[in-house]
Structures are given as C-alpha cells and as structure tokens.
C-alpha cells in the first residue's frame, strides 16, 4: 500500500489534499495561508483525476471558501482546467459572457436577449452555461435558448459555426468541458459553492479576446483580473466586469459599479442606470420564480419583435450596450445604447432570433 501511495504521490507531486490541508489551507479563517500555484496546481490535477478522499476533497473545498482564494490560485486551477476544454474558435471574434452557472431564481435572465440584440448591431456574442450546476441549480442560459425553440446540446465545432452564422452562439459545458461535468455530483453533495463556480465561468471555449463578466463587490472584479493576467492558457485583451442581478451578466437597477480592464490597465467608475433608461427597481424585473426560463423566454421574444416599451426593453437595451463597448464596437455605452434600440427597432434582432431557431 505504501508504494501505490508513493507512486500516486510521485504522479501528481509532493501535495496531496490532507497535507494541504494540515499544512497549508485548513487552520481556520483567521490563520489559513494561501497557495503557491505549484500547491493549488498539484490539487486541482488530484481532484480532476478524482484521487483524493471524498471527506478530504469536501473538507478542502470548504476550507478553500472559508479562507477566500487568491488569483494565484484561481489561475492556477484555471489553467489546469483548461488543458482538457474542447475549443471550437470562430471566425468571428465575439465577446465571451461568463455568467454565474448556478443560474437564477427571482429575476429575469436578460443575457440571451441582450446578445441577440447586440448580435443585431453587428457584435458577435458568446455565451456558455450548463444544465442545473450545483449547488443552486437554478435556470441559466441553457434553459432559456432551450425555450426559445434554440439549439443547445451541441458539439464546440457547432456552436463555432452558430457564432458564425448568426452572430450569437452557445457552448454547452458538458461538451466542452466534461472533466468538470464529471465532479457535479460531488459538488452538488456539498451543499455549498465551491470555486469551481467561479472557474467554469471564465473557461472561454470560443478563445474570446473579450470577456464580460458580474461581481457582487469591486474587489472581486479586481480578483478575477489579477487572474487573467496571472493564466498561462488565455490572455484577453479586455475584461469588463460589473455589479449584476443575483451575481449574473445582467446589470442591476440604479447604482453599479463597473470594472474595466484593457491591455494590462484597469479603471473602475460607476453609473447611475437611470441616467441609461434604467430608471426602476430590482423587484420591476422579477418573474415567476417557478419559471424563470420561461417567462424570460417569453420576455425575449416579446423585446426582440418590438412588442414591448417597457423597463424589460430598458434593461436589455443597456445590456446589449455594454456588449457592444466592451467590444470596442461604439466608443461610448450612450453609442451603444443607441445602436441596441436600432437593432430592435429595424428588426436586425428578430433576424438573429430567425437564424438561431432555423440553425
């Protein structure tokens, strides 16, 4: 028993998880040190490969919560995630949303709507999610385009060609990264997040240039920059981050914070929505909690045809801007504001909703 330990030992290199946790990680809030990247690196190869003892993994995982991790390690577990993603690039070069798996359960799900729109106003759009991630397992992407009559159980190469066909395309992680897929059980066991939700948000299957992303607090932005720069296997030009709806890529009412990151420098300001058409509360967006993707589905059709003037068209237009600046593609949110009513109102969007469901 010794020598298959030693040899697990020597495969994957001098940390296993208890030890990590006895020496490292697992002596409290106040007294837990951080990993260096050859540590988390050594870790997150072990839990892939699904080595380490289940009450060890659950007890690394919550001290891993406790203690906050660093961007050293997220890009560290990151980078050795990335390793067994399946990419498919598209010819064209769209902005990759990274929002919260864990989907949503009070508000509506605006993202797929707002990069409709944009896809209209010529910004290619990215999105990715998978099927009920733990540990919320609340509606995502996924469910939406599903209700929306879209296809989404797809290989990369296809949500590649979608990207390229429509404008707007869709990565379903189960396809593209099945290794991660794999550990849902046992992170649903958890009952808790664990940063697996935090790194299969960034996992960038269309090798984006841009990423746009949500936070609940500006030093989290901060974090999720710090790992970007710090990752071996991407290095995007630009990542915009803001305060989102239950920590989705859809902006929040009224006061928000937004983070800018753009070749290697990094400004933070804030808005006032109102001042972008968003002049309501949180609650004007809510939906039947029992059907989020539906009635966001519903929401998405009714915008994108042009038979809606209320706050819901608001809100996607203003998310729809930020898509189309963070891509450079209008200097100004204003511009981008301007250029997400036309695509709705000369039915350039609806045009986009048409090639996704005939794809």
Known sequence: MAKASEAVESEFGEWPLKRLMTEVVGSGVKSAEDMSREQATDAIRRILANEPDQTTLGAFWL????????????????????????????????VDCGANYDGKGDTAILGAAAGIVAAGAGTPVVVHSGDRV????????????????????IEPVESAAMVDETGFGFYYQPAFAPHINGINDRRDKMGVRTFFNTIETIMNPAKADVHLGSFYHLAFAKKMVDTFKKMETQHPHRVLMFQGMEGYDDIRPGY??????????FIDYEIETPEYGMDFEYEDLEVNP???????????????????????VDAVALNAAFRIYARDDAETIETGLEMAHESI???????????????
């Open 63 to 94: 001290a891993n919560r406790w203690k906050h991790n660093v961007a050293q390690e997220l890009s560290a577990y990151a980078d050795v995630v990335a390793e067994d993603v399946i990419t498919a690039v598209p010819d064209a070069d769209p």
């Open 134 to 153: 733990p540990t919320q397992k609340q509606d995502a992407y996924k469910h939406v385009l599903d209700e929306l009559g879209i296809q989404t159980e």
């Open 256 to 265: 928000t914070k937004v983070g800018e990151w753009t070749d290697g420098e």
């Open 290 to 312: 029992d059907d989020v993707a539906g009635d966001s589905a519903k929401l998405t059709r009714e915008i994108i045809s042009g038979n809606r003037t209320d706050y819901f």
């Open 345 to 359: 109102e000369s039915g350039s969007a609806a045009a986009v909703l048409e090639d996704l469901q005939a794809f």
